[in-house]
């Protein structure tokens, strides 16, 4: 799914894209959008997701007014990118995209199509504030 939105927001010209499985809490600041994928496990978001969150609060990173943008494969209850949402939103005050991308189980053609289409939003919403 993480390369499906990376795939669709390289789409639009001039955008720098950058896929990690790790970034670490200080260099979010540096990115005009913060893109997280997350699977929910326990009616949660998965813990790396939480400690990055809690980091960057411990740290005090700014991200207010930046882009936010949450997606996640699920099983039945699905509700962790809608969590990292409104952490997104209420805790970093981000400018967040919803509702979020859900996909159950892992994504058919459809599912990650959904996921490009997605990226290219991104992309066009960041192209537009600059
Ligand atoms: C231990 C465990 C707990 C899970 N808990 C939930 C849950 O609370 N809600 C839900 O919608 N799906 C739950 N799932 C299903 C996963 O979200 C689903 O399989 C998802 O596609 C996993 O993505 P991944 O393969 O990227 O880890 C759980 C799966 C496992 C193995």
Not at 74 to 83: N, T
Not at 84 to 101: A, D, G, Q, R, T
Request: aromatic letters at 8%; hydrophobic letters at 40%; charged letters at 25%.
């Amino acid at each position: 799914m993480a390369k499906a939105v990376a795939e669709g927001a390289k789409t639009v010209q001039g955008l720098e894209v950058e896929l990690s499985y790790y970034v670490a809490p200080e260099l979010l600041s540096s990115f005009d959008a913060v893109v997280i994928g997350t699977p929910t496990y326990h009616h949660d978001m998965s813990l790396d997701m939480k400690k990055l969150f809690e980091e960057a609060a411990e740290k005090n990173v700014s991200l207010k007014g930046k882009l936010g943008v949450a997606f996640g494969s699920y099983g039945w209850s699905g509700e962790a990118p809608k969590l990292v949402l409104e952490i997104m939103k209420n805790k970093f005050e981000m400018s967040v995209i919803e509702p979020p991308l859900v996909v159950k189980y892992a994504p058919d053609a459809g599912g990650l199509e959904k996921c490009r289409e997605l990226g290219e939003r991104i992309a066009e919403r960041l192209m537009h504030l600059t």
